[in-house]
């Protein structure tokens, strides 16, 4: 009786199974000279970024029951399709809005690494739970686009927060990414402690669309991502300069949420 043949597999190129060794080498000794710890209060953890079961607890998820629009949650469900006061007095620039989690305890300490304290390595762990918290909106997307800085405040912080966020989220999608389509034109004062008015006036006319961005926006869906959803006067002004743009749909895509709490 003959032997039966072992099926060929393909040879993995030599220097990409170096690539390989030399990542997982590096990582292992990165772990040993920083062990992986938790991103809300520091406790050391098993292996990579993440959350200790206590601080996962105090996360405050948005959940369903949350109107389809503007993604605020209500106390109760209302059925399928049922949209919020604010959504039907003040209909939005963009189709529809999800958020991870409301913008308090956690969520805030999270949002400020990243932002404030260069915890570029946050962004992963963060889009995965934007990825999920997007219902399918990320891959039905024809684009990614973040909410732009301006040039001088980028050279300043010396990154882009949304960008990061959106760069993840698309290695993990397989959607393109498209950092350079907006531009911001016009360097406003920071939006903390303004009131809502205030903040409109100081976003009025301040991004535009690019040549390139043009081509590559008209007639898409496109996700538009930022780390935090306030008042929305910044997603608002970005959102209608994508829509003079062409663009098709837009699906706002945040890590947080800023909310006195269900409705």
């Excluded at 000279?33 to 050391?44: F, M, N």
């Excluded at 400020?112 to 039905?140: C, E, N």
């Excluded at 024809?142 to 990154?159: G, S």
Aim: proline fraction near 6%.
């Amino acid at each position: 009786m003959g032997e039966i043949e072992a099926e060929a597999l393909p040879a993995v190129p030599l220097r990409q199974a170096l690539a390989r060794r030399m990542k997982a080498f590096a990582g292992a000794a990165l772990d040993v000279i920083y062990p992986p710890a938790c991103a809300g209060c520091g406790r050391l953890l098993g292996t990579g970024a993440g959350l200790c079961a206590h601080c996962w607890s105090r996360l405050a998820l948005i959940e369903r029951p949350y109107c389809e629009v503007l993604g605020t949650p209500f106390s109760h469900d209302l059925g399928p399709g049922i949209l919020s006061a604010d959504a039907i007095a003040h209909p939005p620039p963009f189709d529809r809005l999800r958020s991870v989690a409301l913008y308090d305890d956690l969520a805030r300490i999270l949002v400020h690494s990243l932002k404030y304290r260069d915890r570029t390595d946050l962004a992963p762990m963060m889009a995965q739970w934007m990825l999920r918290a997007g219902d399918g909106a990320v891959g039905a997307a024809d684009v990614i686009v973040p909410v732009p800085l301006h040039r001088l405040r980028l050279v300043w912080r010396k990154f882009n927060q949304a960008a990061e966020l959106a760069r993840s989220l698309g290695a993990l999608s397989g959607r393109p990414v498209l950092i350079d389509a907006v531009r911001r034109t016009k360097r406003t004062r920071r939006q903390i402690g303004l009131n809502p008015r205030a903040r409109e006036e100081n976003v009025r006319g301040a991004f535009a669309i690019t040549t390139a961005g043009r081509e590559a926006l008209f007639g898409k869906r496109v996700v538009l991502v930022d780390d935090v959803y306030t008042t929305g006067a910044t997603i608002a002004a970005v959102a209608r300069t994508l829509k003079r743009a062409g663009v098709a749909d837009i699906t706002v895509l945040t890590f947080a949420r800023a909310l006195p709490g269900p409705i």
